[in-house]
């Protein structure tokens, strides 16, 4: 079983920054997808970014591209999702999530088998 803790949630001014983290047990497989999710009250989850460790191929939605950027770190067997120029838009649950797979599953929510509990991103404008 794998468990997901996520940190670095928090609260923010517009166009400010937030280094998200997803510490993991037991150490990730060498290939994995990693995945991070938001989610608003009501509505379903939607990915920010996703990292295949088999190749190191991202995905990131147009709605984040150029501001987030995930990274995995092998020594602390964490990945991470840092934030910059955060807007109102970006105000949400964020969730950590790891596929089961050996391949590449990219950006549906359907793909990954282990969540965190989530951590709250406001933005304040």
């Known amino acids: 079983q794998v468990q997901l803790v996520e940190s670095g949630g928090g609260s923010v001014q517009a166009g400010g920054s937030l280094n998200l983290s997803c510490a993991a047990s037991?150490?990730?497989?060498?290939?994995?997808?990693l995945a991070w999710f938001r989610q608003a009250p009501g509505m379903g989850r939607e990915a920010v970014a996703a990292i295949y460790t088999g190749d190191g191929t991202t995905y990131y939605p147009d709605s984040v591209k150029g501001r987030f950027t995930v990274s995995r770190d092998k020594d602390k067997n964490t990945v991470d999702l840092l934030m910059n120029s955060l807007n109102a838009g970006d105000t949400d649950m964020y969730y950590c999530a790891v596929s089961s797979s050996a391949f590449d599953m990219g950006e549906l929510p359907i793909n990954y088998t282990y969540w965190g509990q989530g951590t709250q991103v406001t933005v304040a404008s």
């Open positions: 037991p150490r990730f497989y060498s290939h994995v997808s």
